[in-house]
């Protein structure tokens, strides 16, 4: 999703519960600035671990492979494979 866009939809997604009151202020504190990728890649780092957590709860995922995940996201990967990955889906679904 473009930046702009994401900025546009700020207050949907807040009010939507997919980001919390303070991610929209940090989104908006950084619109423009090369720290705004990092809030992004944190909001869907945290959408990530509930995947994760999971998976691991039931066996599907061990602790280092939800960790190896989990910081892939927050270093700004966002692809359809490890979204997949993380989800406990093969990448053709």
Known sequence: MQ???IM???????????ITPDEA???RATAGT?????AVAAIRARHAQAHTDRAVEE????????DG?????????HSR???A??????SGT
């Open 3 to 5: 930046n702009e866009r």
């Open 8 to 18: 546009e939809q700020l207050d949907k997604m807040v009010a939507s519960g997919r």
């Open 25 to 27: 202020a940090r989104l």
């Open 34 to 38: 090369s720290e705004f990728d990092a």
């Open 59 to 66: 066996g599907r995922m061990s602790e280092d492979e939800a």
């Open 69 to 77: 995940y989990l910081e892939r996201v927050r270093d700004g990967e």
């Open 81 to 83: 494979e490890l979204r």
């Open 85 to 90: 990955h993380i989800k406990g889906r093969d």
